[in-house]
């Protein structure tokens, strides 16, 4: 079975960084787009950012130029580096994976998930 699981959250003050990581168990797919969502109490899912096996690299507009997205060599761990953190950017963190080689913008795209971590940023 697939599975994923998410960690790295905390609580941090505005202007912080933390490094949340998405660790794949199972995943024996050549092709791959590992996403990372966001869901604030009362919102919809969002999309932050995705890797694909074809480095297809997506970044929200309102994330870009503060969150780095990578992977590792052995393909089992996707990070994402998140700096200059607002008190908007406070949610839920999901990462999601796909057998496919392009990155889905909507969670819906996604066949595998994993227990979220929270990122809580205070003013």
């Known amino acids: 079975d697939v599975q994923l699981q998410a960690s790295g959250g905390g609580l941090v003050q505005a202007g912080g960084s933390l490094r949340l990581s998405c660790e794949v168990f199972?995943?024996?797919?050549?092709?791959?787009?590992i996403g990372w969502f966001r869901q604030a109490p009362g919102k919809t899912r969002e999309g932050v950012s995705c890797?694909?096996?074809?480095?297809?690299?997506y970044y929200a507009s309102s994330v870009k130029g503060r969150f780095t997205i990578h992977i590792n060599n052995a393909k089992n761990m996707v990070f994402l580096q998140v700096n200059s953190l607002q008190p908007e950017d406070s949610a839920v963190y999901y990462c999601?994976?796909?057998?496919?080689?392009?990155?889905?913008?909507?969670?819906?795209?996604?066949?595998?998930w994993g227990e979220g971590t929270q990122v809580t940023v205070s003013s």
């Open positions: 890797i694909s096996s074809r480095d297809d690299i």
């Open positions: 999601g994976a796909d057998a496919t080689p392009v990155c889905g913008k909507n969670w819906h795209y996604y066949d595998y």
């Open positions: 199972g995943f024996t797919y050549d092709d791959y787009a």
